[in-house]
């Protein structure tokens, strides 16, 4: 009498193609995430030397027709205090500005800017493009 046990056969799923749709996703969104730019606004920057990234609570940028933008939103000079205000008042730690100014706009808007930062106690930063640089 033979009372060996049987070897049973364990059910498995195969994953071997889930593990290519998934792949092909994680590369997916990587190749969106990069392409993604948070400044819609078009705007040419002045060239600079050194690299002035931050990190950047908001995005303020002033186009050649001395427009004022909080991300993409138009906002006037005046209202700037107040729309900014409320940005600021969500961070916990001290927070910086990002002011992408077109190469061709007054320097004086871009003073009155970084005044108002200043005055809400945030720090601004002057965005500038140097890969156009010899």
């Known amino acids: 009498m033979n009372i060996?046990?049987?070897l049973r056969n364990h059910p498995e799923m195969h994953t071997g193609a889930l593990n290519d749709i998934l792949f092909i996703l994680l590369?997916?969104?990587?190749?969106?995430?990069?392409?993604?730019?948070?400044?819609?606004?078009?705007v040419s920057n002045p060239k600079a030397?050194?690299?002035?990234?931050?990190?950047q609570t908001v995005v303020i940028t002033v186009d050649k027709s001395?427009?004022?933008y909080i991300g993409s939103e138009p906002v006037a000079l005046q209202d700037l205090e107040s729309k900014l205000k409320l940005f600021l008042d969500k961070e916990t730690e001290k927070p910086s500005v990002v002011i992408n100014g077109d190469s061709t706009a007054h320097l004086g808007t871009a003073i009155k800017v970084m005044q108002v930062i200043k005055k809400l106690g945030a720090t601004p930063v002057m965005a500038v493009d140097n890969s156009g640089i010899q």
């Open 4 to 6: 060996r046990k049987r």
């Open 27 to 42: 590369l997916f969104f990587l190749i969106v995430s990069t392409l993604a730019n948070p400044n819609v606004i078009k």
């Open 49 to 55: 030397k050194a690299d002035t990234k931050a990190k």
């Open 66 to 68: 001395q427009q004022l």
